[in-house]
């Protein structure tokens, strides 16, 4: 069961990045304000709380949920600080694979009895996380240190994340299991506001004189992203409650399936919107992809059988 909500779930991411393209390549053009948005947009999360869904845990296990939801929060600070100093190419591939691995180590840490993986498994999570590198790569690559020990440090906040957050979700129902992560995020995020930088730019989103009108399509674009991408954010957390300790890792060795429905998506509509596409598409980059699909697929039949 996890297994098909994981992959819907990055059917879904696909989507919404391909909308998130558009509406960055035209209508909406301002970063800024779009991950402001975005971020204002995931506290809806505590509207549940008047419902009765919140559970207040031991203190052990509300440690873990601030602190799945704090490492989120800073491993998405270190990802952009590398896409900005570092091509997508070189952080994106290496993030995708060495996160499994930091998400199989830790468990095996922290959880002493369980076992990893099977020979089976095994093989399954080779297969996935090097069609997700490979399906992630651009036309050239090449690792520097510096970017590498970027990848390596969000890669280790990503799975500590979902790590902590496991241990959140074996004891809380999954509702109220979300929202101590999402506090977590949300607390981690309001100490950005002790930089003076941040705060000039948040000002500066609210000070800005010059007022933008959104017709009423890319308005409905943004609102149904939003919940789309809400969605798959969930999905990935419903994955990760509803997986064994053991195949915690496979949640994040199958991101090649996003990348793969990304490929396909903006295969078939690159002739209409050009701007979505992240490379151009050639003979050499669609056989490299193919191979690439092929290989997380027969990584989802190894781990499904």
């Not at 399906?135 to 520097?144: C, D, E, H, K, Y």
């Not at 151009?280 to 027969?298: C, H």
Request: charged content about 10%; hydrophobic content about 60%; overall charge positive.
């Amino acid at each position: 069961m996890w297994i098909i909500v994981a992959v819907t779930a990055y059917l879904l991411l696909a989507l919404a990045a391909l909308v998130d393209k558009y509406l960055l390549a035209g209508p909406i053009p301002n970063p800024k304000f779009y991950a402001f948005a975005i971020g204002v947009l995931g506290s809806v999360v505590f509207l549940l709380i008047p419902f009765g869904v919140l559970i207040v845990p031991p203190f052990s296990i509300l440690l873990f949920g601030l602190l799945a939801g704090s490492f989120n929060v800073l491993a998405l600070l270190i990802f952009f600080t590398g896409l900005q100093k570092f091509e997508a190419s070189r952080i994106v591939p290496a993030i995708g694979g060495i996160t499994p691995i930091f998400t199989s180590l830790l468990t095996l840490l922290l959880v002493a009895e369980t076992q990893i993986f099977s020979g089976k498994e095994f093989a399954a999570f080779l297969l996935l996380v090097g069609g997700t590198i490979s399906i992630s790569m651009g036309p050239r690559v090449s690792l520097s240190i510096q970017s590498l020990l970027y990848a390596a440090l969000a890669a280790f906040l990503f799975a500590g994340s979902v790590v902590f957050a496991k241990f959140v979700y074996v004891t809380q129902p999954f509702l109220s299991a979300v929202q101590w992560v999402v506090l977590g995020s949300f607390t981690t995020a309001i100490f950005f506001l002790l930089s003076k930088e941040v705060r000039a730019e948040v000002r500066a989103l609210f000070q800005k004189k010059e007022k933008k009108t959104f017709s009423l399509w890319t308005a409905f674009l943004f609102w149904f992203n939003r919940v789309m991408g809400g969605g798959a954010v969930a999905l990935q957390h419903l994955a990760v409650f509803l997986a064994p300790f053991g195949s915690v890792a496979f949640v994040h060795a199958m991101a090649g399936f996003q990348y793969a429905f990304l490929f396909i998506l903006a295969l078939a509509l690159s002739a209409k919107l050009p701007s979505i596409a992240e490379e151009p598409i050639s003979t050499s980059v669609v056989m490299r992809k193919t191979v690439s699909i092929l290989l997380i697929g027969a990584g989802l039949a190894l781990l499904a059988l």
